[in-house]
């Protein structure tokens, strides 16, 4: 198994601290072979930012994604320059607060996690609630795994508001698409 | 010679490349760090900020990389091990207090986590282009040792290994990394057991820049009982000026240089894969080898005989190896990521078989798909 994850947006948005902690719940708490890459301008905040995860029960030679299994879009910018660059299977998931999407592709996955993070938590939180969206669609991956792999990234107090903006994604998308398939969230 | 060393907190983690050098840094007893932050470099700076207060070292955040340099070069006279960490700008200030490290034979690490240049050039994307200067960077006759890792594990593992050479030869030593390396993620193992190289020099030495068979001078610290002058000048056994005679300068030199060339058999270090075989094969270090291992499996999918020539240590030529490896290969890709350096080094070495440089810039990695194009170009298979 071969998992490409590519994850686009601005920087500042947090598109390479979800992608850290995407790889590190994949590689500590299920023990896969992860390899993290990532790709931003010289700014601090605004600007193209990508970051990759290859997740594998062998081992990665290349690291770097070409075609997604996963494609992730924090905003509309991020959304248009690797929408092609997908398989054909690849599953979508956008910021739906900042992406207008194609209407006739039915594969995507919509979650308004600006719009969450703002009226429910902190503006910060937007990758958290991404990722939690996000882990809810990927293979292999637990919502105990992500939620330790966040407990580690975060101090306390700053844990807290992070782990119930990751479950509010995580069970928006799983309300929204998985109404009768539930994953075990013990 | 070679001493174990227990690490207690080892295991699988996730880290960063630069924190994986740090932290080996760490472990193989480095106690002085002195830097200047830059991109792509930092991580280690902050990392090595925090771990050696911690372990009883000491940091220096320098005015620039020349005071760094000339820092870590004193710490080592002084007992310590040491390192620093910059990437293309740092590196070429550094370049005048390198060569001083090479003439009065101090072992020390620095680390150059490459970005695209020429000047500030491209502070957040990947290159190889500075190969030669790692070679070539500092004026006068020297030989570098320069090692490249192509993963978090290696650059974990090759962090050690610079300390030990650089120990063991008395040189400062390059571990020359790039940025896709440096800030890539993977799940490393950190081993419950480093092996460290620990010379026993003789004390009260009256000749500190005396040679053993190897042309390795057995110089220790200061402070250790001795009268000794450490400086610049080309010097005798006994640290004493000899630049003003041809003949001692010239015998110093063809020393300096031969404790590296007559032991290139010890710095060789190369691992291959499908090269049994191969018709065809692609040499690569850095990161671009992981472009070059799938494009292999790639390749030999598709029934083609593909082979692949890893370089782990490109500093000194490891032309003997290259030579008995790839001498009856016909055809040779060298991917790199700058305007084809390491090829002309290659091309030296394999005159018989046709060498294809594929150079890449702009701080892209090569994709499998873009060498798997030019293996079936040259097979007749398009």
């Known amino acids: 198994m071969r998992k490409d994850i590519r994850i686009a947006g601005a920087g500042g948005q947090g598109v390479i601290l979800a992608s850290v902690i995407l790889a590190k719940a994949y590689g500590i708490n299920e023990h896969y072979y992860v390899s993290q890459t990532q790709s931003y301008g010289p700014e601090a905040r605004g600007g193209a930012c990508k970051a990759e995860v290859v997740v594998s029960d062998s081992y990665i030679d290349y690291m770097k994604v070409e075609s997604a299994d996963l494609f992730i879009a924090f905003n509309q910018f991020g959304y248009e320059k690797y929408k092609e660059e997908t398989r054909s299977d690849c599953i979508i998931l956008v910021n739906s607060s900042l992406v207008k999407t194609d209407p006739v592709n039915e594969q995507i996955y919509k979650l308004p996690a600006t719009e969450i993070a703002e009226t429910q938590f902190e503006p910060f939180t937007v990758n958290i609630i991404m990722l939690g969206g996000l882990t809810k669609l990927l293979p292999k991956l637990h919502f105990k795994s992500t939620r330790e792999s966040i407990k580690s990234n975060f101090s306390n107090s700053m844990a807290q508001i992070n782990l119930e903006a990751f479950d509010q994604g995580y069970h928006y998308i799983e309300s929204h698409y998985f109404n009768n398939l539930h994953k075990n969230c013990s | ?382």
């Open chain 2, 1 to 382: 010679m070679l001493k174990q060393k227990v690490i207690e907190i080892h295991g699988e983690k996730v880290i960063q490349g630069n924190e994986a050098c740090s932290e080996a840094a760490i472990h193989v007893g480095c106690k002085f760090f002195a830097g200047y932050p830059i991109t792509p470099s930092t991580e280690i700076i902050e990392y090595m900020s925090e771990s050696l207060y911690k372990n009883e070292g000491m940091f220096i955040q320098m005015e620039d990389e020349i005071s760094a340099m000339c820092a870590i070069l004193g710490a080592r006279w002084g007992g310590k091990k040491s390192m620093t960490a910059t990437s293309g700008p740092g590196f070429t200030l550094m370049q005048e207090a390198l060569g001083y490290g090479i003439v009065t034979e101090t072992p020390t690490v620095v680390v150059n986590v490459q970005r695209g240049g020429p000047a500030t050039g491209q502070p957040t994307f990947s290159s190889q282009q500075d190969v030669y200067q790692a070679k070539y960077g500092s004026h006068g006759d020297y030989e570098i040792i320069c090692i490249t890792p192509s993963s978090v594990q290696e650059m974990f593992d090759f962090t050690i290994k610079a300390f030990n050479l650089s120990e063991k030869y008395r040189t400062p030593v390059i571990l020359l990394t790039d940025e896709i390396i440096g800030h890539m993620r993977e799940r490393i193992i950190i081993p419950d057991c480093i092996e460290i190289e620990e010379k026993e020099y003789v004390k009260r030495c009256e000749e500190p820049f005396g040679r053993d068979d190897q042309h390795i001078p057995h110089a220790g610290n200061f402070f250790e009982g001795r009268n000794i002058l450490v400086e610049g000048q080309l010097h005798d056994e006994k640290g004493r000026r000899i630049g003003h005679i041809a003949q001692k300068s010239g015998e110093f030199i063809r020393a300096l240089t031969g404790k590296i060339r007559d032991n290139h058999k010890d710095l060789t270090d190369i691992t291959y894969k499908y090269l049994e075989d191969a018709d065809i094969a692609i040499i690569a270090f850095g990161s671009v080898v992981r472009s070059a291992e799938r494009t292999v499996k790639m390749a030999r999918e598709y029934g083609i005989k593909a082979g692949l020539i890893k370089v782990n240590i490109i500093w000194p030529f490891p032309e003997d190896e290259i030579y008995r490896l790839a001498g009856h290969i016909k055809t040779v890709i060298v991917p790199e990521m700058n305007m084809g350096k390491y090829c002309l080094e290659i091309e030296r070495c394999l005159k018989k078989s046709k060498v294809i440089s594929v150079p890449k810039l702009g701080g892209n990695i090569h994709k499998p798909m873009e060498l798997f194009e030019i293996i079936k170009k040259e097979k007749n298979l398009q």
